[in-house]
């Protein structure tokens, strides 16, 4: 699974063109991956100002706007593939347009819940 990081303050400063640019690049990677029968999903999150935090300390639950760290950066979706191999996970990544200004992580699926 690839974790895709965003700066929101930054992002929203990018012009029409530019935030474009980078989702229409984000685009023709997918299309590949689906091409190539990697991709399994992914999902774009709602802005981190719209996020409740829950923390339960001793049975009490508290319930806070805003996102679960303080953080610039901050997750801004996610991306799903299987691959052969760690190698074709990391070059997916390094070539994901997010990496260049933010950041994307890898980590690997170890289970999962079916209903």
Do not use: H
């Not at 929101?8 to 991956?33: C, F, H, K, R, V």
């Not at 409740?52 to 801004?76: H, M, N, S, W, Y």
Request: negative net charge; hydrophobic residues 45%.
């Amino acid at each position: 699974m690839m974790l895709i990081y965003q700066n929101t303050a930054a992002a929203a400063a990018m012009s029409e063109e530019e935030m474009g640019g980078l989702q229409n690049e984000a685009g023709d990677i997918w299309q590949e991956l689906v091409k190539t029968g990697e991709w399994v999903s992914g999902a774009g999150l709602a802005g981190p100002a719209q996020a409740k935090a829950i923390r339960v300390r001793d049975g009490v639950a508290a319930v806070t706007d805003g996102p679960f760290t303080e953080a610039k950066e901050q997750l801004a979706g996610l991306c799903i593939f299987e691959v052969e191999s760690l190698e074709r996970a990391v070059e997916i990544a390094q070539r994901w347009p997010d990496a260049r200004y933010w950041g994307v992580e890898l980590r690997e699926v170890v289970g999962v819940a079916e209903a």
